[in-house]
């Protein structure tokens, strides 16, 4: 017979500041796992729950987004692209015509 989990309730608070100790720490430690672990035990709490605040945080990567979610995503960064690219012309056309003018 396996013992009785008990969970320990985590407020939203104490859930957001561990995601930002987690984002903090994360530059400094060797890896995101680590941060994880650290803020896991300062809190009582298993380091995959810690994970798992922090990838709902982030929101949905790529590699969970359905295939329409991608092609919308793909479609944005390709328009906001062509209009960089519009933009950077626009404003290599403008320094090009002053260089001239001077």
């Known amino acids: ?14 859930r957001k500041a561990a995601v930002e100790q987690v984002l ?4 400094t430690l060797s890896s ?3 941060a994880c672990r650290m803020v ?10 810690v994970r798992n605040w922090v990838r709902a945080a982030e929101g949905p990567g790529p590699e969970r ?3 329409g979610a991608l ?3 793909v479609a944005l960064l390709q328009q906001q ?3 960089a690219a519009e933009m950077n012309r626009t404003l290599a056309d403008t320094l090009n015509e002053s260089r001239r003018r001077t």
């Open 1 to 14: 017979m396996m013992p009785h989990r008990s969970y320990r309730r985590v407020s939203p608070e104490v």
């Open 24 to 27: 903090a720490l994360t530059g």
């Open 32 to 34: 995101e796992s680590e």
């Open 40 to 49: 896991a035990d300062q809190i009582g709490v298993h380091a995959n729950s």
């Open 65 to 67: 987004m359905d295939v």
């Open 71 to 73: 092609r919308r995503k």
């Open 81 to 83: 692209l062509a209009a």
